[in-house]
């Protein structure tokens, strides 16, 4: 068994190239990881803009105080006209600006009366003129390779009229869920020994989620040869296969042989002195992944959460580090074993600080999914951190932004 | 004009229902909101269940050191056999426990020899035994009406074998930008007066990841018969019309009149003593809503991620309240205005603790695009804050967990 640390350090360390690119029209890139750098195909603004609604004068002509009305010059306007001495030209926000004028004068500033503008208020040269290259210059790299892209850059990406975008595909994930007890959803139950699976589902919209494209495998019980069957196909068809169940020490438990034996994968790391999720096991074959994650659901959950989102993000050229925060505890915390414990809790978001507590969480096995509900995190202990007391600080794994609000947040 | 917390608490206090509901299968449901109760139809587990690999004995048969074992009892098995006093039943992972035994002795705790367990590590009545409804009883409200669907859910959903589940729609938000200058995305440039949209990307992109469903109408100009015709086809075929630009005091900004005058709306607020995007305008008419934003870039994305996500939301029964964190910062900030500010800042995650800075944002005019990409969060300032120093704390609203990573995290 080697430590939380190492096992992500030989994650992060893995041989893997990214996926092959795609072009994909702009607006179905979002969520996507950029496989080309954006460079500027222009400066912008070109030209020299308005950045208020105004009159386009020469500064000096402010001492004049009234300055005749030349023109109006609208925002897109066919043709810009040309400033004369003395006078003024009624300008919009985002028309440019026109020649021989270098200052906007705000419409707040002036009374305009009989054709003509009474000047209110002076202003320094270049007032509210947006300079050429300002917003950004011809040829700069305004976005880098290995990107995700998010709003932000589809809107940067707009402005520079990129229509189409090179992507990494998205990793394909197959999901496969062990056990001869598993019931696929809606699924008829024939004995009391069978339960409903939940891992493959809540895998599959963890995957959407965080950047893959699943491939639902389901449930495909315990039977050796059915198993090794199903892991050849999901391996053939994606590039990350994820299984739960199977891995821990019983009579039944086929899938670290298969991934070994079978797959002929070299195993990266099997046993992880970790709180839940100790068995899980790390394979590679080629230039394709298997993660083989335990059974229980909050187990499989966790661990997917540690290992596989990574492991996408990581096909696409992108180094995903989990977002770890400090938090005050709100309630004691009682430390369970020598390992890197990862503990359900409820978070919140008080006037700027973070509180957890686990108050409603149960701390029966791992099999409790309901834990993950709601305003959850996972607080982390390391193996050779106590139990830990209301008002005390710990590290919180945060996976979004679904924070339990108060104070000014509410 | 009216302050940022008077215009949130306007927004909230809309009269506005929920969207119809719909019934979508489990596995389309990610990210819509629940329009019900989600109640455990069974206790689970349902029967005392193995949470290990190992014999399921009666507890004070301990005494014996050595027991026979009587039988295999695998997962899902068809027949769960019964446990005969003095004898031992290998049991694993998820199998339901025989009749009889109470306790479960874990693998490591025997040494199993010649069809014989010898006990070597005695253990409490009730060892690895999943009690009948220690995850949920049945009955119980695991997810309420309200909850936003994300992969725990689906998890828990489908544990319970909910195939269906009833949902909010999701609000269609109909996005316009106006404006002459304006060239759509791929359309060639016949003047130097054009300039490439933006925000109407920007916002079909926004409103995709916060759970809107985004209706894009384009750049439309300045024309006002134009604009009547297209606001009031939005109005019609959306539940939300946002708009960008013609909101300022302009001669052709048109729009604060249109919806008005034109749609006969009634305005909630029109002005907001913030930075960017004081010119804003929220209005409603019967059920729905027009936002009308500013026309530059960075003033309509912040002002969209202000109060549009609060929207989408709204219009699903969620009340979506800001994150708001307290950071530390790395370098100065001007105060710029007596307004509430929003400044684009990098945001690092460093050793658990967050730090922001302003290095490389530009601070020019609010048509600064690029100044959202990336690490990138919202320093707030209020209205009667001054400059602010390095490692001064400050208040900044973040969006996703896409922070720049250091110290522990990296």
Same mark, same amino acid.
């Given at each position: 068994m080697i430590s939380f640390d190492e096992s992500m350090k030989r994650l992060y360390n893995l041989e893997i190239l990214p996926k092959e690119t795609t072009r994909l029209p702009l607006m179905d890139s979002l969520g996507f990881v950029l496989a080309q750098d954006i460079v500027a195909s222009y400066n912008s603004p070109e030209y020299p803009t308005a950045a208020m609604d105004g009159y386009a004068i020469k500064a000096a002509d402010q001492a004049l105080k009234k300055l005749k009305i030349q023109a109006i010059n609208p925002a897109g306007a066919v043709e810009v006209p040309t400033l004369i001495a003395g006078k003024a030209i009624k300008t919009f926000t985002g028309s440019l600006m026109p020649?021989?004028?270098?200052?906007?004068?705000?419409?707040e500033f002036v009374e305009e009366k009989d054709g003509y503008i009474l000047i209110e208020k002076e202003i320094e040269e270049g007032f509210s003129v947006r300079e050429v290259g300002e917003n950004f210059k011809k040829g700069e790299v305004l976005i880098e390779? $290995?990107?995700?892209?998010?709003?932000?850059?589809?809107?940067?990406? =707009?402005?520079?009229? *990129?229509?189409? *975008? &090179? *992507?990494? &595909?998205?990793?394909?994930v197959a999901i496969i869920a062990t056990g001869e007890e598993l019931l696929e959803l809606g699924e008829e139950q024939t004995r009391p020994t069978q339960i409903r699976s939940s891992n493959n589902y809540t895998i599959e919209a963890l995957v959407k989620k965080f950047g893959g494209e699943p491939l639902q495998f389901g449930c495909v019980g315990d039977d050796i040869h059915k198993l090794k069957e199903v892991f050849t196909i999901a391996l053939e068809q994606s590039d990350i296969v994820v299984s739960t169940g199977g891995v821990s020490v019983g009579d039944f438990d086929f899938v670290k042989d298969i991934i070994k034996e079978h797959l002929g994968a070299d195993v990266i790391f099997k046993g992880v002195v970790i709180k839940p999720g100790q068995h899980i096991?790390? =394979?590679?074959?080629?230039?394709?992944?298997?993660? =083989?994650l335990p059974g229980f659901a909050y187990s499989s959950t966790v661990t997917a959460l540690l290992y596989l989102i990574p492991l996408i993000y990581k096909m696409q050229g992108v180094e995903y580090k989990h977002n770890i925060i400090n938090a005050t505890l709100l309630s004691n915390y009682k430390k369970k074993s020598p390992k890197t414990e990862f503990a359900p809790c409820n978070i919140s978001l008080i006037d700027g600080k973070f509180f957890i507590d686990f108050i409603g969480k149960k701390s029966g096995t791992s099999a409790i999914m309901t834990n993950m509900l709601g305003h959850t995190a996972l607080a982390i202990t390391?193996?050779?951190? $106590?139990?830990k007391k209301m008002g005390e600080e710990m590290k919180v794994l945060i996976y979004d932004c679904n924070f339990k609000k108060g104070g000014a947040n509410e």
């Open positions: 020649q021989n004028s270098d200052t906007l004068i705000p419409i390779k $290995g990107s995700i892209i998010d709003f932000a850059e589809i809107g940067v990406m =707009a402005s520079l009229n *990129v229509t189409e *975008v &090179e *992507v990494y &595909e998205k990793p394909k096991m790390l =394979a590679k074959k080629n230039q394709k992944i298997i993660l =083989a390391k193996p050779d951190e $106590g139990d």
